[in-house]
């Protein structure tokens, strides 16, 4: 599912921060006199030490405050509006994901913990969860505090951030195989080979999706959705391929030979992007654990609703290889969860159980049933499962980095 696509920030969402504050100072004023100082000094005192408040709401992305000391800072997200949000910490370049936090429904409040270093960077509010999001400029400062782990710590991340880069630099070669192959059975016209191998190559992708994503320009070309098409955007990646090989019954013009082979140039070249990308790739602590979440993140809107492979119903695949990369994740902290959290440790390994057993139910031969075959009551199932998994999941970072 593609995220954030450009780093354009539009004017108006720019200005809308800043407008609503002062409107939001006016009415306070207006009600008590010392309001507006009690809530400056209350934000004032939250971004002095990393705490900052984050209000969503379909138009708007009000950040407590626009600085930061380096170290860990946590937004505490609360989606004020009536569409499903996601919350963004962007690098300077406005393509990098920092952090991100993902399918924060209307009401609901979550956190982003992660560790900053000094630098620039933009917030983002993502309502509907399409589109540019709502941008705004944000300073991390220098504490003067060394922000990495320190003493056995320090050999517990080391060793998690060994133990995945690794792993992601595997899981992209072997992308990388599968993705020829792919390509040369559909310029070929093999249509049912292509078909048998779709789900299979594209678990690769899915077992790193946030770092895959995490290349703004790389993701839209490789993982768009047509849902998620915006108008004039040229659809390409995986799942135009999709749409082509499980055509609708009606109203489908079935893609030409030379638009299959321009559509296989694209995809090869920009998953050849990914691997040279990915080859020296190096992780923190933070990154690790809010990664593994956001895998679950990824089911929980995409898998568990059958909404990312709309034409082939091969959900299943994806959602066992979000899971994968989660766990992978997870069980590269546990060293250090275990001295820090053991408790945390031990419900995340019942979770983990749990879903899998789940998940094992609906499988087909060495792969999985079609997401149409699962009634409600199945589907209900495992999208409980997940959010009982996603709970103390999104704890992880924070105890890893207590």
Not at 32 to 52: D, E, I, K, M, V
Not at 248 to 261: D, F, I, N, Q, S
Not at 317 to 332: H, I, K, M, P, T
Request: charged residues 25%.
């Amino acid at each position: 599912m593609s995220r954030l696509t450009r780093v354009t920030t539009s004017p108006a969402a720019r200005l809308s921060t800043p407008a609503l504050a002062i409107t939001a100072a006016l009415a306070l004023s207006a009600c008590t006199s010392n309001a507006p100082s009690a809530t400056n000094a209350a934000a004032t005192s939250g971004a002095a030490s990393g705490q900052l408040t984050v209000s969503s709401t379909d138009t708007a992305c009000t950040v407590s405050a626009a600085t930061a000391p380096s170290g860990t800072v946590v937004f505490r997200v609360t989606n004020d509006g009536a569409k499903v949000t996601e919350f963004y910490l962007l690098a300077e370049d406005g393509l990098r994901i920092v952090g991100e936090v993902e399918n924060i429904g209307p009401g609901l409040t979550r956190d982003l913990v992660l560790r900053a270093a000094p630098g620039k960077y933009f917030t983002a509010c993502k309502p509907g969860m399409v589109g540019d999001g709502i941008r705004a400029a944000f300073t991390v400062t220098d504490s003067g505090k060394d922000i990495g782990p320190a003493g056995a710590d320090k050999e517990l991340v080391d060793a998690a951030n060994a133990q995945y880069a690794s792993y992601v630099k595997d899981q992209t070669e072997q992308l990388k195989a599968q993705t020829a192959r792919f390509v040369k059975l559909y310029t070929a016209g093999q249509d049912e080979a292509a078909r048998a191998l779709y789900p299979r190559a594209r678990q690769h992708w899915e077992r790193i999706e946030p770092v895959a994503e995490s290349f703004g320009d790389l993701d839209p070309r490789m993982d768009l959705r047509e849902a998620d098409l915006e108008k004039g955007q040229n659809w390409t990646g995986w799942h135009v391929m999709e749409k082509d090989l499980w055509p609708p019954k009606t109203g489908y013009t079935a893609l030409t030979p030379a638009r299959r082979a321009t559509l296989a140039d694209q995809l090869t070249k920009d998953t050849d992007e990914l691997y040279q990308r990915t080859r020296t790739i190096t992780f923190t602590a933070d990154q690790i654990g809010n990664g593994a979440k956001s895998l679950l993140d990824e089911v929980a809107t995409g898998k568990v609703t059958g909404e990312e492979e709309i034409w082939s119903h091969t959900d299943l695949y994806d959602f066992q290889a979000n899971v994968d990369g989660a766990r992978v994740a997870w069980e590269g902290l546990r060293p250090l969860l275990k001295k820090k959290d053991a408790t945390l440790d031990s419900q995340l390994q019942l979770r983990f159980s749990a879903l899998q057993k789940l998940l094992d139910q609906h499988k087909q031969g060495d792969g999985f049933v079609g997401y149409d075959a699962l009634d409600k009551t199945q589907v209900k199932a495992l999208a409980d499962a997940v959010n009982a998994l996603s709970e103390p999941l999104s704890k992880l970072t924070a105890a890893v980095l207590a």
